[in-house]
């Protein structure tokens, strides 16, 4: 029985956390002894223009070996993206089998420890650069996502395996690591997960799933794909905070008008209008910021990679909440000015008979 070569990689949990509206990425580097901007991010391994990056690339913080109860160590670093969210990258490399591989990603996306840890990390991190949080929230929404980055699965001659020959022999393997599952999986959950697979080349691979994603592609190569990944996260998690804070505002918005209150209530509809408006506008412009943090503009792999995995994470399925609730806002806008607006048609009506009644009034009280 011939011996299979070892599989070599890296595991990656990665744990988002949206602290404030907006993070001062200008003035943090210096604050958070963080390395120097990038001349561009994310770095294709293959030609991509310029405009094909970060507008502001987010600012890196190493915090070196983590460890865990078990034993582990993980290589941790922290980084700050501009529109408010920190998000704590844990690497552990292995050397192992896929029946091992499996084991091990299936334990580590279910271990709790990850979550408690990087939550301990970031509180500590977001104290000491505070100033330069704009509108830091007392409550945090988080997500986490796992990366399973294998480098290195050679042939029995020692060449790296191609990617059809990977899904063919190992795509049962390949669809437990993505949906984190210890247990074999049915043959419509396999075909299922594996259905969303890219490659670029014919020796890399893309196999995003909900929970986690496998990356097949040597270190440089699945370096944009991880970041990538990790952008489609933070998207999520933003528009995660807007469905949440557009869900608060509508449902005050609904009491407010089912409290009724005739006239003065109408009368009082301009101010609540506004406010209504003016939060529509906030969020319109955060998440239009969201979505043009990072550029694909003439990069067709990159770009079809990034919208399947989106997709797969869910952030299409909250960015149309976040569009619905918009333009329900809106319309409520829409009701609340005209509602006002016939409120004081009528007061200026009002104001007309009575000034009409007074001089009629004077004019047969002068005869």
Known sequence: ???????RGSFWALVLYDVAE???????????????????EPRFKHPAPDYVRFERA???????????????????????????????????DFETSWDDLVRLSSRWIAEPEIERRTSEMVRGHVERIKDSLVDPYDIWL???????????????????LPATAL???HGRHVAQIVRGEALPLSQSEQNDALQAALSYHPCDLL??????????????????TIQLLEYANTQLLEFRHYDEVLTRVLNNVYRMLERGGGFLRRWKMAGEAERLNAMRLDVRELAERTDNAIKFLSDMFYARAYRVAASRVGVPDYRNLVDQKLRIAGELYEFMVNEFHQARAFVLEAMVVAILVIELVHLFAGR
């Open 1 to 7: 029985m011939q011996i299979q070569p070892p599989l």
């Open 22 to 40: 907006q993070i001062r990425v200008d003035n943090l580097r210096s604050l958070a002894g963080a390395e120097p901007a990038p001349r561009r």
């Open 58 to 92: 987010p600012v890196v913080e190493q915090l070196g070996l983590v460890s865990m109860s078990a034993g582990e160590e993980f290589q941790a670093r922290i980084k700050y993206f501009e529109y408010g969210v920190v998000s704590v990258e844990l690497r552990l």
């Open 142 to 160: 988080n997500e986490d996502y796992y990366i399973i980055h294998v480098r290195e699965t050679p042939d029995n001659h020692g060449q790296p």
């Open 167 to 169: 899904l063919a022999e």
């Open 207 to 224: 196999v995003p799933g909900w929970v986690a994603a496998f990356v097949y592609d040597t270190e440089e190569g699945a370096a944009p």
